[in-house]
């Protein structure tokens, strides 16, 4: 039973390029939601999708940042035109549900660096 | 003011030790309140969940959750060199977001043989 699985695991883009960070949630998830975490600062949340929808994207940057879950396939962060600032640690988490009890898992994280 | 507060340490305890681990929150609309380990590089790992006052119990660890003075902790009993990690509080406030969650910045925990 695989868990949140990202990929890839490190990604190093040179400024001015794009960044495809993918997510395939846990089996039978249809809950997604990706964080950031900057060195030395905790987790932010960014956005939160459901299959073919944006629910919240109260947590995304207004520009350059986007967010999509089709209806096959993983979840995808893309990040355009890179700066040194965008590097982070990236992490997805999925959701059986959506209400009471929800539990949250999360996968091993993508590592961008931007040179 | 952040919204979960929480002593970035580093903590530094000896095997079997108790450590206290602790956050404070400031939005009363908070319900709900998750403990995350994350070791070195990886992702956050779930550890406790709760959403009302009182201690919940999950072998050595307890979660307890005092919402009267917006306080939640985690004890770790008999800690062990393997519960070296930086621990994560987490809250969300309900709403259409349950997974939409609040962290505190983390404590970093070194247990020394």
């Known amino acids: 039973n695989a868990g949140v699985m990202q990929n890839p695991r490190h990604l190093v883009r040179r400024r001015g390029q794009e960044a495809r960070l993918r997510c395939s949630p846990m089996?039978?998830?249809?809950?997604v939601y990706w964080y950031r975490q900057l060195p030395e600062e905790g987790l932010k949340f960014m956005v939160y999708l459901q299959k073919e929808n944006i629910i919240d994207e109260s947590g995304m940057p207004k520009e350059r940042f986007s967010a999509e879950f089709p209806k096959e396939g993983p979840s995808i962060l893309r990040i355009q035109q890179v700066v040194r600032g965008d590097s982070a640690a990236y992490f997805c988490?999925?959701?059986?549900?959506?209400?009471?009890?929800?539990?949250?898992?999360f996968g091993q994280g993508t590592r961008l660096t931007v040179v | 003011q952040k919204e979960v507060e929480q002593d970035p340490g580093p903590l530094s305890v000896p095997e079997g030790a108790i450590v206290s681990l602790n956050c404070t929150y400031s939005n009363s609309a908070f319900q709900y309140f998750m403990w995350y380990r994350q070791y070195s590089r990886k992702g956050p790992e779930l550890l406790m969940y709760t959403y009302s006052s009182g201690n919940k119990e999950d072998g050595r660890f307890t979660a307890q959750v005092d919402k009267s003075s917006k306080y939640i902790s985690l004890f770790i009993r008999d800690s062990q060199p393997s519960d070296s990690a930086t621990y994560l509080c987490a809250t969300n406030g309900g709403g259409t977001s349950y997974g939409k969650l609040t962290f505190g910045q983390g404590t970093i925990l070194t247990v020394h043989p």
């Open positions: 089996k039978g998830h249809s809950h």
């Open positions: 988490a999925s959701s059986l549900r959506n209400g009471e009890g929800t539990e949250a898992f």
